[in-house]
């Protein structure tokens, strides 16, 4: 495998999570507003701050109502993050790829990206809006389907779940972070109908709300909804489940070029801030993370993810 | 010009406004409007289809390739520089008696080519003889110095082949020009056919078409046979110059359908004169390069150094026998439009055989009476410079301008070695689906294009021609110009069982 290519497959499934984390956010915070009697007059800001995007954001639109930040988070060819972006740069990268992922992938990625060319602010307009991103979800469904089941498990593979799995574990910790930048409940709010309406829209967005039920009834309580996300090794969302994925990888990829276990753990000895935060998700508690406090802890949970993408880069993605 | 003449008698309306082009070959109908040789069952397929239909199925095909991203890049192009290629559907038929003739044509001319490139870089025989020129060789651009002394396993220089045929007034094929650089176009042969499979299966399989799937196969064994050493399983890479070059989809669709590496040359490494690409896991050696970027790029030491697209120390390489490259470094010796004039002594010289394909009368500017003969007539003649490819500079008399025709004048007069006159050939003509007038007016209706035909020929350890090629369609209407970079549409093209 070439470091180009691994480089090119790493980017490619990253970009695709990264779209795919961005529709859900935006929908779900779509929904919320619909939902709940939205409370200051920037409802949208909080999205803005999640992604650390507030001065972008600023420098080219007045104010954050809903048609500017759709529009920004969607569409905007000058946002590198917009969903539209990100399939792009996923697509632009894949056409290097394609001796190395399936025709049926590639034709998938390509319509994709062909679609969303063809995306205009109108697709905002009430009610359209929930069946853009219905259908924009199912997009990268049918795309992760078709990368599980036509790939074989080889390191094009392996490249593309470590992209994917680094993107979903910071995309999962910022997701959380929601709740200190816009769910921030009022004293009095805690353990109300709107708190619980909202972790019940943090839930669904990662599409765990039915896991989390059948795991934990129907009592929304912040430890466990941080137990489902970040903790649990079950969960196909959960930043420790991605973690595991991306240990696998990188195991089947050391392994390939050595057998013995010795090595194994030798290569495993230079990704330091991969062993740090795996071991974090294994032993720590939610309870814990919550007492230590939770915003500090998912921000380390996001530096830990870019200290990984350095090292995976050092180890096998730099070209130079 | 004759109408249609179907077997019930009366012309469908479809084709009863089809006119055969004046003075041209039609590919599918004789004069008498019955269908040729071969084209039987398509054309009577054809006519009893309906308008509609057509415009339906040329519908198709577009969102078809686009789907696939069967695309090629355009330079210059200000609107995105991602198309696809335009795609007639009607396909263009070639019976098995002519392709006989074509394929034993073809091999005997890539042949001799062949052995016309390892021995001007090698004893140099055919100059010393005094059959082609020394100056003429040693002054054209395309003489590389550096590839001097090199001598590829089995001897090929040539791996890859594209010649380019035209079908005069007369329904012969001639040869218009070679290509044996870097010739593109194999991978729209087969996404066309894979397209036509799905447009028009009952006819394809009725017709018994042969097969072009079998050609990255069969150029991976060309790629194979010709590793240093004889190695059993080398490792094969292609070198393409990256996702802006206006073949990109090709360098990706033959690596992938080749199960070879694709890479670039930030890719790729030379140390202690054997070539490297640079793995997850380290430095692993190259043994064939099946490069599609030109020699100026290839090699940053010899040829051009401001190059990104090569690497360097290639040529070190080739010549300390670690690594074997096709084409070979200065292959373009052998398609320069003035040698042209000397392959069929080329032929006569190495094979001791009679040219199978003639090809067109060429005359060199570079003799003064030559010269002054055709600049007497210049509105006579089709010029081209010798150093182009792809159609670029090409003046055809009869259809420029006064200003174009003093230009090339000019330019002829001041270097008259660049440049090669040859007789107007009338390329045949094939009926082709075209839109008609413009704005609400506009309607589908099917018309006589010219059309040209480049089959690829492949040398290996033996050589392997691909039963079929690129037929290209110049879609304008009286346009000589086939090229996809200047408005070009191609078919693809039934080459039928025996």
Known sequence: MLRRIASHLYWTARNLERAEWRARLVDVNYHLLVETAPRGTEPWAPLLAIFGERELFAARYATADEDSVLNFFVLDLENPNSIRNCITTARNNAQSLRPYISSELWIDLNSLYLDAQAWTPRLFISPGVFAFFSELKDSFYRISGILQTTIPRDPAYDFMQIGMMLERAEDVARMLDVK????????????????LLQWAAVLRSASALEAYRKLHGNAIEVDKVVGILVFDPSFPRSARFSLDQLEVSLGRIAAERSESSQSQSQSRAQFPALQELSAALKSDRSAHALKSGLHQFLIHIQDACAAISDEVFGRYLRTD | MAAIVLETGSAPPVWAAYKSGTGAFDEMLDLAGSARSGCQPTAKALFAMPLDWFAEISERAQHMFRRMGVTFNVYGGSDGTERIFPFDPIPRVIDADTWATLEAGLVQRVRALNMFVGDVYGEGNILA???????????????????????????????????????????????????????????????????????MPDLMRSCRVRSVERYPADLLHCLIEQAPGGKSNPTIALLTPGPFNSAFFEHVFLSQQM???????????????????????????????????????????????????????????LRAGNAAIANGLGTGIADDKAIYAFTPAMIRYYLGEEPILPIVETYLLRDREVREEVLASLERYVIKPTGASGGYGVVIGPKASEDELAHVRELIVADPCAFIAQPVIQLSMHPTIVS?????????????????????????????????????????????????SQGGGSKDTWVLEA
Do not use: W
């Open chain 1, 180 to 195: 200190y930048h816009f769910l921030l409940p009022r004293l009095e709010d805690v353990g109300g109908p709107i708190d």
């Open chain 2, 129 to 199: 003889d005094g059959i082609v020129p020394r100056d003429l060789v040693l002054g054209c651009p395309q003489f590389r110095r550096a590839a001097a002394g090199i001598k590829p396993p089995l001897g090929n220089f040539i791996t890859v082949a594209g010649i380019d045929l035209v079908r005069g007034a007369d329904g012969r094929f001639y040869v218009l020009e070679d290509n044996v650089r870097t010739p593109s176009g194999v991978s729209y042969v087969i996404e066309n056919r894979v397209v036509m499979t799905r447009l």
């Open chain 2, 259 to 317: 199960g070879i590496e694709l890479v670039e040359g930030q890719d790729l490494v030379c140390a202690d004169h054997k070539l490297y690409m640079k793995t997850v896991h380290g430095l692993r050696q190259v043994d064939v390069l099946y490069r599609r970027i030109d020699d100026d790029f290839a090699d940053p030491l010899v040829f051009r150094s401001d190059s990104m697209l090569g690497v360097a120390g290639l040529t070190a390489v």
């Open chain 2, 436 to 484: 008609a007038g413009s704005g609400s007016g506009a309607h589908t209706q099917i018309a006589p294009r010219h059309v040209d035909f480049r089959p690829f020929v492949l040398l290996g350890a033996k050589p392997r021609v691909l039963a079929g090629g690129l037929t290209r369609v110049a879609l304008k209407e009286g346009s000589l110009i086939v090229n996809s």
